[in-house]
């Protein structure tokens, strides 16, 4: 899936800012015509969460209606027009000038809708239903009265426009899709292009690379609307982790003498691969440091708001760490776009967090994780960062896991073969899906939920369930959450629960067992962040602090104590 782009044959605008927003808490809007347009409407911002941002109805999920209105701002006869939603959780219905134009189901994945023959040049009407209403038939499902609101996971369910909102234009004729893979055969890079379009002929592709002093232009005539080109870089710059080497190709349509689309990317040339109990990177062994992290702050809830990316990036990078997992769904573009920038590794995860895969609804759930990773793989696949997809964050484990896993596992391979694919486990649970994984990721909380006060227990037992597991598996292990919710100024010595040495004693010796196992690739801390949740008796404040930053992004003892660990 193309990101809209500006060019002489492209063009977006984002309709980002205030728009009129009313809560519809006896679900009257559909009857009532709301798509038509609404009164008694109040102003709210977009994208973000709406929970946040008024003084009650915090805890409303939905439905809830969204209106804007907009001129045609473009008049382009061989153009198409199209509506983009970057994320809406959960449900969304779309009304353009009152006739409905498209649904989706998920929040934090990207939909479009082409608008083409319902777009009018003078006043449009866009109106949004949505629906953050928490079901057991979801993905993410709801979950028991033990919090409020019943989540089965542990995040906020935040509601809402959560990203921007475009309009853009492409060619009627011109690029569907691009997918870019690349392959190292000793200083050469090799760029595998594959090209969709449609229905175009006797027009012909031409690719530009340009980057580090290179320029390599081909072309190729289109025979077809799948087509595949390769370029060979001489002396390639290779993208890693120090050196997030970034080259710009751009694909140009031509027909006749005229260029009739255009789109450019950045490419990072990269291979990754599991062999034996290592993941290689440019074929070198890697080793992860880093986070699972949420998107979420204060008032936005979990609206994209740049600088705040801008800010988790530098902390990252300030404490050493060289990689985070999209704990437990898919992060924005933009995101991923500085994760290649600024070389940061991603494990890429889906919205498949708390499955139960229970009778009634496992048939449901699969569809929706089927959905989700082909939504995912077509909008992350050209992302150097992304170095493994995550197919969900500790499903429970039942003899229906096993098939539902595998499916899955079979379906991501063939829409990716170049990545290894993991399922992120939990503990005390059997592992009846770690055979559908290419890497084990395992959360653990000995000394946390089990063995409260223990650290040294903590870890012994750590120390041997990852022996055991790499005994029966011999698959590379990846520590993908562990930590202990502290209070920021909470001290205590010895170092107690909830203090800022407990957290310190206890990533630092768990940091301690992984070092010390050869098949452990990575360690990733719960959490990079304090952030909220629902709220329950576990929860102070409704929020989980087993961040080394506070939710406000200051650093917790711990967060040093990483930052010389994780430096060195
Ligand atoms: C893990 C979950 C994560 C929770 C964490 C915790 O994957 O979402 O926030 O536990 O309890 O089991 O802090």
């Given at each position: 899936m193309l990101y809209p782009q500006r060019n002489k044959f492209r063009h977006y605008i984002d309709l980002s800012g205030f728009w009129d927003f009313r809560f519809d808490p006896d679900d009257k809007g559909v009857g009532e015509n709301w798509r038509t347009g609404f009164n008694n409407s109040c102003p709210i911002a977009v994208p973000a969460s709406w929970n946040d941002q008024f003084a009650d109805d915090r805890d409303f999920l939905?439905?809830?209606?969204?209106?804007?209105?907009?001129?045609?701002?473009?008049?382009?006869?061989?153009?198409k027009t199209l509506i983009r939603f970057g994320s809406v959780n959960y449900l969304s219905d779309v009304w353009l000038n009152g006739e409905l134009i498209g649904r989706h189901e998920g929040g934090h994945l990207p939909f479009e809708f082409d608008i083409s023959n319902k777009i009018v040049s003078e006043d449009n009407l866009l109106v949004v239903r949505v629906d953050g209403r928490l079901s057991d038939k979801h993905v993410p499902p709801s979950g028991t009265p033990m919090n409020?609101?019943?989540?089965?996971?542990?995040?906020?369910?935040f509601c809402g426009i959560h990203r921007p909102v475009l309009l853009h234009t492409i060619p009627k004729k011109g690029l569907r899709d691009i997918t870019v893979q690349t392959s190292i055969k000793d200083t050469t890079g090799i760029i595998d292009v594959t090209l969709e379009t449609n229905g175009l002929n006797e027009a012909y592709t031409t690719l530009t690379l340009k980057g580090f002093g290179t320029e390599i232009i081909d072309t190729s005539k289109i025979e077809n609307d799948i087509q595949k080109m390769a370029l060979e870089v001489n002396g390639a710059k290779f993208w890693n982790t120090e050196s997030p080497n970034l080259y710009d190709l751009t694909v140009d349509i031509v027909k006749g003498d005229f260029i009739?689309?255009?789109?450019?990317?950045?490419v990072g040339i990269?291979?990754?691969?599991?062999?034996?109990?290592?993941?290689?990177?440019n074929s070198k062994p890697i080793y992860l440091t880093g986070f699972g992290r949420h998107e979420d702050f204060p008032i936005t809830g979990r609206g994209y708001v740049p600088a705040l990316i801008i800010k988790d990036y530098s902390l990252m990078k300030w404490i050493g760490a060289n990689s985070f997992r999209t704990s437990h769904y898919p992060y924005s573009e933009q995101m991923m776009d500085l994760a290649d920038r600024l070389g940061f590794l991603v494990i890429d995860e889906i919205p498949a967090v708390g499955l139960t895969f229970g009778k009634n609804v496992i048939e449901r759930q699969l569809e929706l994780c089927h959905q989700y990773i082909e939504e995912l793989i077509k909008r992350d696949k050209n992302h150097p960062?992304?170095?493994?997809?995550?197919?969900a964050n500790e499903p429970h484990s039942s003899l229906k896991s096993k098939e539902f896993f595998k499916e899955l596992y079979n379906k991501t391979r063939a829409l990716d073969n170049t990545r290894p694919?993991?399922?992120?486990?939990?503990?005390?649970?059997?592992?009846?899906?770690?055979?559908?994984?290419?890497?084990?990721?395992?959360?653990?909380?000995?000394?946390?939920y089990m063995q409260p006060g223990k650290i040294d227990e903590a870890?012994?037992?750590?120390?041997?369930?990852?022996?055991?597991?790499?005994?029966?598996?011999?698959?590379?292990?990846?520590?993908?959450?562990?930590?202990a919710d502290t209070i920021p100024g909470w001290h205590s010595q010895p170092p107690e629960m909830f203090s800022e040495e407990y957290q310190t004693e206890f990533l630092r010796k768990y940091i301690g067992v992984c070092r010390s196992k050869p098949y452990v690739i990575g360690e990733h801390v719960w959490n990079l962040c304090?952030?909220?949740?629902?709220?329950?008796?576990?929860?102070?404040?409704?929020?989980?602090?087993?961040?080394?930053?506070?939710?406000?992004?200051?650093?917790k003892m711990a967060a040093h104590m990483l930052c010389k660990i994780w430096k060195k």
């Open positions: 939905g439905p809830a209606w969204y209106q804007i209105k907009f001129k045609k701002p473009w008049d382009r006869e061989n153009g409020y609101p019943q989540t089965n996971f542990d995040f906020y369910p009739i689309d255009s789109y450019s990317l950045k990269r291979t990754i691969e599991v062999k034996d109990d290592k993941l290689l990177l960062s992304v170095i493994m997809w995550s197919l694919i993991t399922i992120v486990h939990m503990m005390a649970v059997k592992d009846k899906a770690f055979e559908f994984c290419d890497v084990l990721c395992i959360n653990r909380y000995y000394g946390w870890c012994e037992i750590l120390s041997k369930e990852m022996d055991k597991l790499y005994e029966k598996h011999r698959k590379p292990i990846i520590l993908s959450e562990f930590g304090d952030f909220k949740t629902s709220q329950g008796i576990m929860r102070m404040g409704s929020m989980n602090h087993k961040g080394v930053f506070t939710r406000d992004r200051r650093p």
